[in-house]
């Protein structure tokens, strides 16, 4: 005898045809109605906090370029998981989140786990939040949904639906649409665009996170190379664009006024491709721009272009504009080719102990594969990982877009699962302070789970390190909560199901890596360091 067609059947028809068959979440009560004889041609991950549910489902979003789909249980498990929310808004994820409301019949006496102000709450890290007026209209809010993340600038969205929507009855099928998730840039006023570009003595490009994002990589080389002009790492980029041992990548821009205005002193033109103008960090006065210097800014989210404190821009697919751009501009050969970034990579004649993050990076620079992916969440040790580990591939780098720590852990987990997903084999590791790795702990045992290929190096240096040296600048002296003594973080490892390992020297470490690399399961390597003052 076949199902009743319900308004849960029809929606998981839609979500089938939709391709969106794998469902991160943390269950409760108000979604059990939802996930209830869970179809088997559907995958649900269990993560163990709805913080790393988000991160998850972002990373795998990334990886696989297509729209997730996120259960989160009512007012309680939204609330656990909106600070990673933040970085998928951030990060221009494409993620459908979803929690259970409770019964319509209750709703107006606000009972247990009820949602108050259900679709206020999630705001403003969503693009669109709704719930159904109707039960009949839960198949095409999520219609409505997917297309919503999708459409640039992609984000994500928030449905809530009271659990007895589920079980109503309800002829399909759902009404299904396609729509664009590209907007080409206006063509007469990137023609002016690249006319300036040619026009420059000594142009920079600085390519950010949407680039990357939109496929954008090759364009982005071959466009550098024909200017030749100097590339810039956008400041805390959650994705790299541009190989940064390729000799016209100058280094990273900078955090503050002070520094991005320095480094862009003497360029006449800076193309902003995919970014914003700017992502500060620290406040240290400075202009903008140096005297002299203008600015054009390429992006598909009209809220970056409207923040532009400088410059002109133009809406558009980032990889888009930088194909009409290679199009058009004139060959640079005649200019004076810019200073590739200077790399020092010192380290000590005789080994520290505890080691130093440059002598972790070292050690590793020599041993990770060269389709290896990073994911990045040792804040107070970005230059040494860029100076020791340059991401060289597109697609090969992840850190978060909302600067809250706890999202790189679960991330890990996402990218792998991601990976996996599509049919690509490649070593995921996780760079984590101690300290961050504390805020998602819990993640490791969902890649424990799946026995997903990820090695987590955990800088043990038994403090915030990067609150300190903002301390130093700051002129904040006394701040207490900034130590983190008495943390056993492999003996907590093992517990939640992985292979773990404290290791002490480089020759340690290098064995574990080794080891962890073919292991095939999730392996966390705990290397006490000394603490590293973060350049700011």
Not at 188 to 205: N, V
Not at 392 to 418: C, D, K
Not at 519 to 533: E, R
């Amino acid at each position: 005898m076949s199902e009743a067609s319900t308004v849960r059947t029809v929606t998981y028809d839609l979500l089938r045809d939709l391709g969106l068959t794998t469902v991160f979440g943390n269950p409760g009560s108000t979604e059990e109605p939802f996930l209830q004889e869970f179809p088997d041609d559907f995958t649900y991950i269990l993560a163990l906090q709805e913080a790393s549910v988000i991160a998850m489902a972002d990373a795998f979003a990334q990886v696989t370029r297509r729209p997730a789909l996120v259960n989160v249980h009512s007012s309680a498990g939204l609330g656990n998981a909106l600070g990673n929310l933040v970085a998928a808004y951030h990060g221009h994820t494409p993620l459908i989140v979803t929690s259970g409301q409770q019964h319509r019949e209750l709703v107006i006496g606000e009972p247990y786990l009820s949602n108050r102000e259900a679709t206020t709450f999630p705001r403003p890290w969503v693009k669109w939040s709704y719930e159904p007026a109707r039960a009949e209209d839960v198949p095409e809010a999520f219609m409505k949904a997917y297309a919503m993340a999708l459409q640039p600038p992609a984000g994500p969205v928030y449905l809530s639906v009271p659990l007895d929507d589920w079980q109503r009855p309800l002829t399909g099928p759902a009404r299904i649409r396609t729509v664009s998730d590209h907007v080409a840039p206006d063509p007469k006023r990137l023609r002016e665009f690249a006319d300036r570009l040619s026009a420059s003595r000594r142009p920079a490009l600085i390519f950010g996170p949407e680039v990357d994002r939109s496929g954008g990589w090759d364009g982005a080389v071959a466009l550098a190379e024909k200017l030749r002009a100097a590339v810039y790492g956008a400041p805390l980029g959650d994705r790299v664009s541009f190989p940064e041992d390729h000799p016209l990548f100058g280094g990273p821009l900078g955090m503050s006024m002070k520094t991005i205005s320095d480094r862009l002193t003497g360029h006449d033109l800076v193309a902003v491709i995919g970014a914003e103008v700017f992502r500060y960090y620290p406040y240290v006065a400075g202009p903008i721009l140096p005297e002299g210097t203008e600015l054009i800014q390429i992006t598909s989210d009209p809220d970056i272009a409207a923040g532009a404190r400088v410059g002109d821009s133009v809406l558009g697919d980032p990889a888009a504009a930088i194909e009409l751009l290679l199009e058009t501009v004139a060959q640079g050969s005649a200019r004076t080719a810019p200073q590739p970034m200077a790399r020092t990579e010192t380290l000590p004649e005789v080994p520290n102990s505890p080691l130093t993050p440059p002598e972790v990076y070292a050690t590793l620079s020599r041993l990770r594969p060269a389709d290896a992916v990073i994911v990045n969440e040792s804040t107070s040790t970005m230059a040494q990982q860029l100076e020791w580990l340059p991401t060289v591939r597109t697609g090969s780098f992840f850190a978060t877009a909302s600067g809250g720590i706890g999202w790189g852990t679960p991330a890990a987990v996402g990218v792998a699962l991601g990976d996996r997903h599509r049919g690509v084999t490649r070593s995921v590791v996780g760079l984590i302070g101690d300290g961050s790795f504390q805020y998602s702990v819990q993640a490791i045992w969902t890649a424990a789970q799946h026995n997903l290929p990820i090695t987590y190096v955990v800088m043990r240096n038994e403090e915030y390190s990067i609150l300190k040296s903002f301390a130093q600048l700051e002129r904040t002296p006394g701040v207490p909560g900034l130590d983190l003594p008495g943390l056993d973080i492999a003996a907590v490892a093992r517990g939640f199901g992985c292979r773990a390992v404290d290791v002490k020297t480089t020759e340690d470490l290098e064995r574990e890596f080794r080891s962890a690399l073919t292991a095939g399961v999730p392996t966390v390597i705990v290397v006490p360091t000394q603490p590293q003052k973060a350049m700011l």
